[in-house]
Protein backbone atom coordinates (compact mmCIF):
# COMPACT_ATOMS: atom_id res chain seq x y z
CA UNK A 1 0.00 0.00 0.00
CA UNK A 2 1.08 3.74 -0.61
CA UNK A 3 2.46 5.71 2.06
CA UNK A 4 1.77 8.72 1.56
CA UNK A 5 3.07 12.08 3.02
CA UNK A 6 -0.23 13.63 3.29
CA UNK A 7 -2.65 10.92 5.06
CA UNK A 8 -2.11 12.39 8.60
CA UNK A 9 -1.77 15.46 7.49
CA UNK A 10 -4.22 18.68 8.52
CA UNK A 11 -5.84 19.81 5.36
CA UNK A 12 -4.13 23.38 5.85
CA UNK A 13 -0.67 21.73 5.81
CA UNK A 14 -1.74 18.90 2.92
CA UNK A 15 -2.59 22.10 0.73
CA UNK A 16 0.68 23.33 1.07
CA UNK A 17 2.80 20.24 0.23
CA UNK A 18 0.59 19.90 -3.19
CA UNK A 19 0.96 23.72 -4.07
CA UNK A 20 4.53 23.31 -3.09
CA UNK A 21 4.74 19.77 -5.67
CA UNK A 22 2.66 22.06 -8.72
CA UNK A 23 4.92 25.47 -8.26
CA UNK A 24 8.00 23.11 -9.18
CA UNK A 25 6.51 23.21 -12.94
CA UNK A 26 6.28 27.06 -12.32
CA UNK A 27 9.94 26.66 -11.61
CA UNK A 28 11.03 24.63 -14.32
CA UNK A 29 8.82 24.65 -17.55
CA UNK A 30 10.78 28.12 -18.31
CA UNK A 31 13.61 26.05 -19.30
CA UNK A 32 11.05 23.71 -21.93
CA UNK A 33 9.15 26.85 -22.80
CA UNK A 34 12.28 29.35 -23.19
CA UNK A 35 15.00 27.41 -23.87
CA UNK A 36 13.89 23.84 -26.28
CA UNK A 37 10.69 25.43 -27.28
CA UNK A 38 10.93 29.40 -28.37
CA UNK A 39 13.97 32.00 -27.77
CA UNK A 40 17.12 29.53 -27.71
CA UNK A 41 15.82 27.56 -31.14
CA UNK A 42 15.68 30.62 -32.99
CA UNK A 43 18.40 32.37 -31.61
CA UNK A 44 20.23 28.67 -32.32
CA UNK A 45 19.15 29.49 -36.37
CA UNK A 46 20.59 32.92 -36.53
CA UNK A 47 23.73 31.69 -34.76
CA UNK A 48 24.72 28.59 -37.12
CA UNK A 49 22.87 29.42 -40.22
CA UNK A 50 26.48 30.19 -42.16
CA UNK A 51 25.53 32.93 -44.51
CA UNK A 52 22.80 31.27 -45.13
CA UNK A 53 23.44 27.69 -45.97
CA UNK A 54 22.06 25.93 -42.56
CA UNK A 55 25.10 23.84 -42.18
CA UNK A 56 27.71 23.68 -39.28
CA UNK A 57 30.48 21.85 -38.21
CA UNK A 58 31.12 20.52 -34.62
CA UNK A 59 33.21 18.13 -33.48
CA UNK A 60 35.22 17.23 -36.46
CA UNK A 61 31.63 16.69 -38.13
CA UNK A 62 29.08 18.28 -40.58
CA UNK A 63 25.15 18.55 -39.95
CA UNK A 64 22.30 20.72 -41.17
CA UNK A 65 21.92 23.12 -37.95
CA UNK A 66 18.08 22.00 -37.45
CA UNK A 67 19.14 17.84 -37.69
CA UNK A 68 21.72 19.05 -35.02
CA UNK A 69 19.32 20.29 -32.91
CA UNK A 70 17.46 16.84 -33.18
CA UNK A 71 20.36 15.11 -32.05
CA UNK A 72 21.26 17.05 -29.27
CA UNK A 73 18.05 16.87 -27.66
CA UNK A 74 18.30 13.09 -28.76
CA UNK A 75 21.79 12.45 -27.15
CA UNK A 76 20.31 14.46 -23.79
CA UNK A 77 17.57 12.24 -23.14
CA UNK A 78 19.44 9.43 -24.56
CA UNK A 79 22.08 9.95 -21.42
CA UNK A 80 19.42 10.76 -18.57
CA UNK A 81 17.47 7.42 -19.70
CA UNK A 82 20.43 5.86 -18.93
CA UNK A 83 21.02 7.55 -15.63
CA UNK A 84 17.86 7.67 -14.23
CA UNK A 85 17.04 4.23 -13.30
CA UNK A 86 20.05 4.28 -11.56
CA UNK A 87 19.34 7.28 -9.79
CA UNK A 88 15.84 6.49 -9.00
CA UNK A 89 16.67 3.09 -6.81
CA UNK A 90 19.15 4.74 -5.51
CA UNK A 91 16.75 7.77 -4.16
CA UNK A 92 14.01 5.33 -3.30
CA UNK A 93 16.55 3.20 -1.59
CA UNK A 94 18.22 5.91 0.52
CA UNK A 95 15.47 8.08 1.20
CA UNK A 96 17.36 10.94 -1.08
CA UNK A 97 14.54 11.31 -3.55
CA UNK A 98 14.30 15.34 -2.39
CA UNK A 99 17.90 15.61 -2.66
CA UNK A 100 18.24 14.44 -5.98
CA UNK A 101 15.28 16.87 -7.38
CA UNK A 102 17.85 19.56 -5.69
CA UNK A 103 21.20 18.47 -7.67
CA UNK A 104 19.52 18.39 -10.77
CA UNK A 105 17.72 21.53 -10.56
CA UNK A 106 21.12 22.90 -9.83
CA UNK A 107 23.06 21.34 -12.80
CA UNK A 108 19.87 21.90 -15.40
CA UNK A 109 19.84 26.00 -13.97
CA UNK A 110 23.57 26.68 -13.79
CA UNK A 111 23.97 25.02 -17.35
CA UNK A 112 20.93 26.77 -18.84
CA UNK A 113 22.57 30.49 -17.37
CA UNK A 114 26.19 29.42 -19.16
CA UNK A 115 24.22 29.55 -22.09
CA UNK A 116 24.80 33.41 -21.52
CA UNK A 117 28.09 32.97 -23.23
CA UNK A 118 27.14 31.06 -26.31
CA UNK A 119 27.20 32.38 -29.92
CA UNK A 120 28.65 31.50 -33.53
CA UNK A 121 31.97 31.60 -32.08
CA UNK A 122 31.47 28.62 -29.69
CA UNK A 123 29.06 26.24 -31.33
CA UNK A 124 30.37 23.11 -29.33
CA UNK A 125 29.63 24.74 -26.57
CA UNK A 126 26.45 25.69 -26.78
CA UNK A 127 25.59 22.12 -27.23
CA UNK A 128 27.38 21.20 -24.60
CA UNK A 129 25.68 23.68 -22.42
CA UNK A 130 22.21 22.96 -24.00
CA UNK A 131 22.91 19.09 -23.69
CA UNK A 132 23.58 19.47 -19.46
CA UNK A 133 20.54 21.92 -19.10
CA UNK A 134 18.24 19.26 -20.98
CA UNK A 135 19.67 16.67 -18.74
CA UNK A 136 19.23 18.62 -15.55
CA UNK A 137 15.58 19.63 -16.47
CA UNK A 138 14.56 15.92 -16.97
CA UNK A 139 16.45 14.41 -14.44
CA UNK A 140 14.57 16.19 -11.91
CA UNK A 141 11.50 15.25 -13.48
CA UNK A 142 12.07 11.74 -12.68
CA UNK A 143 11.78 12.44 -9.12
CA UNK A 144 9.44 15.48 -9.32
CA UNK A 145 6.64 12.91 -10.99
CA UNK A 146 7.42 9.87 -8.84
CA UNK A 147 6.22 12.34 -5.53
CA UNK A 148 2.58 12.21 -7.24
CA UNK A 149 1.21 9.60 -6.15
CA UNK A 150 2.73 10.27 -2.35
CA UNK A 151 0.83 13.12 -2.19
CA UNK A 152 -2.92 12.67 -3.96
CA UNK A 153 -5.31 10.09 -3.55
CA UNK A 154 -5.99 8.40 -6.59
CA UNK A 155 -9.35 10.33 -7.10
CA UNK A 156 -6.85 13.57 -6.45
CA UNK A 157 -4.58 12.55 -9.21
CA UNK A 158 -5.77 14.41 -12.21
CA UNK A 159 -6.88 17.82 -10.60
CA UNK A 160 -3.52 17.51 -8.57
CA UNK A 161 -1.40 17.01 -12.32
CA UNK A 162 -3.16 19.11 -14.11
CA UNK A 163 -2.35 21.84 -11.51
CA UNK A 164 1.03 21.22 -11.92
CA UNK A 165 0.66 21.43 -15.32
CA UNK A 166 -1.25 24.58 -15.70
CA UNK A 167 1.06 26.66 -12.73
CA UNK A 168 4.01 25.50 -15.49
CA UNK A 169 2.06 27.24 -18.42
CA UNK A 170 1.12 29.93 -16.60
CA UNK A 171 4.90 30.50 -15.08
CA UNK A 172 6.69 29.97 -17.79
CA UNK A 173 4.23 32.36 -20.56
CA UNK A 174 5.14 35.11 -17.40
CA UNK A 175 8.86 34.72 -17.89
CA UNK A 176 8.38 34.33 -21.89
CA UNK A 177 6.79 37.73 -22.15
CA UNK A 178 9.21 39.55 -19.94
CA UNK A 179 11.85 38.51 -21.87
CA UNK A 180 10.08 39.25 -25.30
CA UNK A 181 9.70 42.76 -24.21
CA UNK A 182 13.50 42.93 -23.83
CA UNK A 183 13.96 41.52 -27.62
CA UNK A 184 11.78 43.09 -29.56
CA UNK A 185 12.23 46.52 -27.91
CA UNK A 186 15.65 46.38 -26.56
CA UNK A 187 16.66 50.55 -27.46
CA UNK A 188 14.48 51.16 -24.24
CA UNK A 189 16.89 49.17 -22.30
CA UNK A 190 19.84 50.60 -23.73
CA UNK A 191 20.91 47.81 -25.72
CA UNK A 192 21.59 47.75 -29.90
CA UNK A 193 19.00 47.08 -31.85
CA UNK A 194 20.10 43.69 -33.40
CA UNK A 195 22.40 42.61 -30.93
CA UNK A 196 22.17 39.20 -29.17
CA UNK A 197 22.54 40.31 -26.01
CA UNK A 198 18.66 40.08 -25.45
CA UNK A 199 18.74 36.42 -26.46
CA UNK A 200 21.18 35.60 -24.05
CA UNK A 201 20.21 37.37 -20.93
CA UNK A 202 17.15 35.53 -21.31
CA UNK A 203 19.01 32.41 -21.31
CA UNK A 204 20.22 34.04 -18.13
CA UNK A 205 17.12 34.84 -16.33
CA UNK A 206 15.61 31.10 -17.30
CA UNK A 207 18.15 29.68 -14.85
CA UNK A 208 17.99 31.91 -12.02
CA UNK A 209 13.68 31.73 -12.36
CA UNK A 210 14.01 27.98 -12.19
CA UNK A 211 16.58 27.53 -9.01
CA UNK A 212 14.65 30.61 -7.28
CA UNK A 213 11.28 29.75 -7.39
CA UNK A 214 12.15 25.94 -7.11
CA UNK A 215 13.18 27.12 -3.73
CA UNK A 216 9.24 27.09 -2.26
CA UNK A 217 9.24 23.74 -3.61
CA UNK A 218 12.13 22.43 -1.58
CA UNK A 219 10.92 23.91 1.39
CA UNK A 220 7.55 22.17 1.83
CA UNK A 221 8.15 19.02 -0.16
CA UNK A 222 8.88 16.40 2.97
CA UNK A 223 11.82 14.33 2.92
CA UNK A 224 11.44 10.53 2.15
CA UNK A 225 10.50 8.51 5.14
CA UNK A 226 12.30 5.78 4.64
CA UNK A 227 15.21 4.40 6.88
CA UNK A 228 18.77 5.43 5.04
CA UNK A 229 20.99 2.51 4.55
CA UNK A 230 24.29 2.14 3.05
CA UNK A 231 24.80 -0.55 0.14
CA UNK A 232 27.86 -0.91 -1.27
CA UNK A 233 26.54 -1.99 -4.65
CA UNK A 234 24.33 0.89 -5.20
CA UNK A 235 24.84 1.62 -8.86
CA UNK A 236 23.61 -2.32 -9.96
CA UNK A 237 20.95 -2.04 -7.46
CA UNK A 238 19.24 0.81 -9.48
CA UNK A 239 19.05 -1.43 -12.91
CA UNK A 240 18.23 -4.20 -10.84
CA UNK A 241 15.10 -1.88 -9.37
CA UNK A 242 14.17 -1.17 -13.22
CA UNK A 243 14.35 -5.06 -13.77
CA UNK A 244 12.41 -5.86 -11.11
CA UNK A 245 9.60 -3.27 -12.03
CA UNK A 246 10.20 -4.32 -16.10
CA UNK A 247 8.92 -8.03 -13.80
CA UNK A 248 6.59 -7.21 -11.91
CA UNK A 249 4.56 -4.58 -15.45
CA UNK A 250 4.76 -8.61 -17.15
CA UNK A 251 2.27 -9.50 -14.65
CA UNK A 252 0.43 -6.13 -14.74
CA UNK A 253 -1.47 -6.13 -18.08
CA UNK A 254 -3.13 -3.08 -18.30
CA UNK A 255 -0.26 -1.00 -16.88
CA UNK A 256 2.40 -2.80 -19.40
CA UNK A 257 -0.25 -2.22 -22.40
CA UNK A 258 -0.94 1.68 -21.44
CA UNK A 259 3.29 1.86 -21.36
CA UNK A 260 3.79 0.49 -24.80
CA UNK A 261 0.83 3.14 -26.07
CA UNK A 262 2.17 5.78 -24.38
CA UNK A 263 5.62 5.48 -25.82
CA UNK A 264 4.93 5.41 -29.38
CA UNK A 265 2.31 8.44 -28.76
CA UNK A 266 4.29 9.93 -26.69
CA UNK A 267 7.39 10.53 -29.52
CA UNK A 268 5.02 12.20 -31.65
CA UNK A 269 3.93 14.84 -28.72
CA UNK A 270 7.74 15.32 -27.47
CA UNK A 271 8.89 15.51 -31.36
CA UNK A 272 6.35 18.19 -31.72
CA UNK A 273 7.38 19.87 -28.39
CA UNK A 274 10.79 20.19 -29.56
CA UNK A 275 10.36 21.38 -33.36
CA UNK A 276 7.65 23.41 -33.64
CA UNK A 277 9.74 26.66 -33.38
CA UNK A 278 12.45 25.14 -35.77
CA UNK A 279 9.31 24.28 -38.62
CA UNK A 280 8.03 27.60 -38.49
CA UNK A 281 11.67 29.18 -38.56
CA UNK A 282 12.77 27.38 -41.54
CA UNK A 283 9.77 25.78 -43.56
CA UNK A 284 7.58 29.28 -43.14
CA UNK A 285 10.37 31.65 -42.26
CA UNK A 286 8.18 33.34 -39.85
CA UNK A 287 9.62 36.44 -37.52
CA UNK A 288 10.91 35.55 -34.01
CA UNK A 289 8.27 37.87 -33.08
CA UNK A 290 5.32 35.46 -34.74
CA UNK A 291 6.86 32.22 -33.41
CA UNK A 292 7.13 33.31 -30.07
CA UNK A 293 3.70 34.66 -30.06
CA UNK A 294 2.46 31.31 -31.79
CA UNK A 295 3.93 29.17 -28.44
CA UNK A 296 2.37 31.77 -26.09
CA UNK A 297 -0.84 30.55 -27.86
CA UNK A 298 -0.01 27.14 -27.10
CA UNK A 299 1.11 28.09 -23.69
CA UNK A 300 -2.38 29.24 -22.65
CA UNK A 301 -4.54 27.28 -24.43
CA UNK A 302 -2.36 24.20 -22.77
CA UNK A 303 -3.70 25.40 -19.52
CA UNK A 304 -7.84 25.35 -20.18
CA UNK A 305 -6.50 21.80 -22.22
CA UNK A 306 -4.97 20.63 -19.19
CA UNK A 307 -8.35 21.01 -16.75
CA UNK A 308 -11.04 20.38 -20.10
CA UNK A 309 -8.81 16.61 -20.29
CA UNK A 310 -9.33 16.30 -16.75
CA UNK A 311 -13.04 17.31 -16.99
CA UNK A 312 -13.15 14.90 -20.08
CA UNK A 313 -11.52 12.25 -17.66
CA UNK A 314 -14.22 12.25 -15.51
CA UNK A 315 -17.49 11.68 -17.82
CA UNK A 316 -16.02 9.52 -20.12
CA UNK A 317 -12.65 7.45 -18.53
CA UNK A 318 -8.98 8.56 -18.81
CA UNK A 319 -8.14 6.05 -21.79
CA UNK A 320 -11.00 7.21 -23.43
CA UNK A 321 -9.60 11.11 -23.31
CA UNK A 322 -6.54 10.00 -24.31
CA UNK A 323 -7.79 7.54 -27.49
CA UNK A 324 -9.60 11.21 -28.20
CA UNK A 325 -6.25 13.60 -28.02
CA UNK A 326 -4.58 10.98 -30.03
CA UNK A 327 -6.96 11.64 -33.30
CA UNK A 328 -6.68 14.99 -32.74
CA UNK A 329 -2.96 14.62 -33.10
CA UNK A 330 -3.36 12.75 -36.13
CA UNK A 331 -5.33 15.34 -37.94
CA UNK A 332 -2.98 18.14 -36.92
CA UNK A 333 -0.24 15.92 -38.36
CA UNK A 334 -1.60 16.35 -41.52
CA UNK A 335 -2.82 19.51 -41.72
CA UNK A 336 0.65 20.64 -40.69
CA UNK A 337 2.07 18.75 -43.56
CA UNK A 338 -0.09 21.38 -46.01
CA UNK A 339 0.35 24.51 -43.88
CA UNK A 340 1.58 27.64 -45.79
CA UNK A 341 0.44 30.68 -43.86
CA UNK A 342 1.41 32.20 -40.47
CA UNK A 343 -2.55 32.74 -40.13
CA UNK A 344 -3.01 28.78 -40.57
CA UNK A 345 0.43 28.31 -38.31
CA UNK A 346 -1.57 30.53 -35.79
CA UNK A 347 -5.03 28.17 -35.92
CA UNK A 348 -2.51 24.77 -35.85
CA UNK A 349 -1.16 26.28 -32.44
CA UNK A 350 -4.53 27.13 -30.92
CA UNK A 351 -5.06 23.18 -31.59
CA UNK A 352 -1.66 21.82 -30.28
CA UNK A 353 -2.54 23.86 -27.19
CA UNK A 354 -5.96 22.35 -26.74
CA UNK A 355 -4.24 19.19 -26.88
CA UNK A 356 -0.75 19.52 -25.64
CA UNK A 357 -1.75 19.92 -22.10
CA UNK A 358 -4.37 17.36 -21.95
CA UNK A 359 -2.55 14.43 -22.95
CA UNK A 360 0.72 15.13 -20.96
CA UNK A 361 -1.46 15.57 -17.71
CA UNK A 362 -3.44 12.28 -18.37
CA UNK A 363 -0.75 10.29 -19.42
CA UNK A 364 0.80 11.18 -16.10
CA UNK A 365 -2.05 10.14 -13.60
CA UNK A 366 -3.27 7.94 -15.73
CA UNK A 367 -0.02 5.98 -14.73
CA UNK A 368 0.09 6.68 -11.55
CA UNK A 369 -4.05 5.11 -11.00
CA UNK A 370 -2.68 2.10 -12.62
CA UNK A 371 0.54 1.69 -10.25
CA UNK A 372 -0.01 -1.35 -8.12
CA UNK A 373 -0.44 -0.80 -4.10
CA UNK A 374 3.87 -0.01 -3.54
CA UNK A 375 5.70 2.34 -1.42
CA UNK A 376 8.54 2.06 -4.90
CA UNK A 377 6.67 4.41 -6.45
CA UNK A 378 10.34 5.99 -7.57
CA UNK A 379 11.38 3.39 -9.47
CA UNK A 380 8.01 3.12 -11.21
CA UNK A 381 8.14 6.68 -12.54
CA UNK A 382 11.71 5.52 -13.42
CA UNK A 383 9.99 3.24 -15.79
CA UNK A 384 7.41 5.81 -17.10
CA UNK A 385 10.38 8.41 -17.16
CA UNK A 386 12.71 6.05 -18.63
CA UNK A 387 9.93 5.42 -21.68
CA UNK A 388 9.52 8.97 -22.11
CA UNK A 389 12.76 9.73 -22.73
CA UNK A 390 13.65 6.71 -25.07
CA UNK A 391 10.46 7.56 -27.31
CA UNK A 392 12.12 11.25 -26.87
CA UNK A 393 15.24 10.20 -28.33
CA UNK A 394 13.58 8.12 -31.50
CA UNK A 395 11.31 10.37 -32.33
CA UNK A 396 13.72 13.69 -32.15
CA UNK A 397 16.26 11.32 -34.38
CA UNK A 398 14.12 10.01 -36.67
CA UNK A 399 12.57 13.45 -37.27
CA UNK A 400 16.36 14.96 -37.93
CA UNK A 401 17.46 11.55 -39.71
CA UNK A 402 14.47 12.13 -42.47
CA UNK A 403 15.37 16.19 -42.78
CA UNK A 404 18.77 15.14 -43.37
CA UNK A 405 18.26 12.50 -46.08
CA UNK A 406 14.99 14.07 -47.54
CA UNK A 407 16.21 17.45 -47.07
CA UNK A 408 12.64 18.85 -45.85
CA UNK A 409 11.11 19.06 -42.17
CA UNK A 410 7.41 19.02 -44.03
CA UNK A 411 8.78 15.07 -45.05
CA UNK A 412 9.72 14.38 -40.96
CA UNK A 413 5.70 15.15 -39.88
CA UNK A 414 5.10 11.26 -41.77
CA UNK A 415 7.15 9.29 -38.66
CA UNK A 416 4.85 11.77 -36.24
CA UNK A 417 1.32 10.45 -37.91
CA UNK A 418 2.86 7.05 -37.45
CA UNK A 419 3.65 7.13 -34.16
CA UNK A 420 0.30 8.42 -33.15
CA UNK A 421 -1.16 5.72 -35.44
CA UNK A 422 0.60 2.95 -33.02
CA UNK A 423 0.01 4.49 -30.24
CA UNK A 424 -3.61 5.14 -31.03
CA UNK A 425 -4.00 1.36 -31.92
CA UNK A 426 -2.86 -0.42 -28.83
CA UNK A 427 -5.46 1.68 -27.34
CA UNK A 428 -8.42 1.27 -29.41
CA UNK A 429 -7.62 -2.47 -29.26
CA UNK A 430 -6.93 -3.15 -25.72
CA UNK A 431 -8.75 -0.44 -24.20
CA UNK A 432 -10.85 -2.99 -22.27
CA UNK A 433 -8.07 -4.57 -20.80
CA UNK A 434 -6.59 -1.50 -19.84
CA UNK A 435 -9.17 0.18 -17.77
CA UNK A 436 -10.63 -2.88 -15.85
CA UNK A 437 -6.95 -4.38 -15.14
Known amino acids: ?111 CSALYFFDSSNIEFGVIAFMIGTIGWAGSLVFYNSYLPEIATEEEQDKVSAKGFAYGYIGSSILLILNLIVILNPTIFGIEKGSSLPARISFLTVGLWWFGFAQYTFHYLPKNKHKIIINWNILSKGYRELANVWKELKAIKRLKLFLFSFFFYNMGVQSVMYVAALFGSKVLHLASGQLITTILIIQFVAIAGAYLFAFLSKRIGNINAIIGAICCWIVICVFAYNIQTSNQFYAL ?74 GLVILVKYRKQITKG
Open 349 to 422: AFCVGMIMGGIQSLSRSTYSKLLPDTSDTTSYFSFYDTTEKIAIVLGTASYGIIEELTGSMRNSIFSLVGFFTV
Open 1 to 111: MIDRFTDNMPLAQKKKVINAWAFYDWANSVYNLTITSTIFPIYWTAVTSNGGTNRVSVFGMDFLNSALYSYAISCSFLIIALLSPILSGIADYNGTKKRFLQVFCLIGSIS
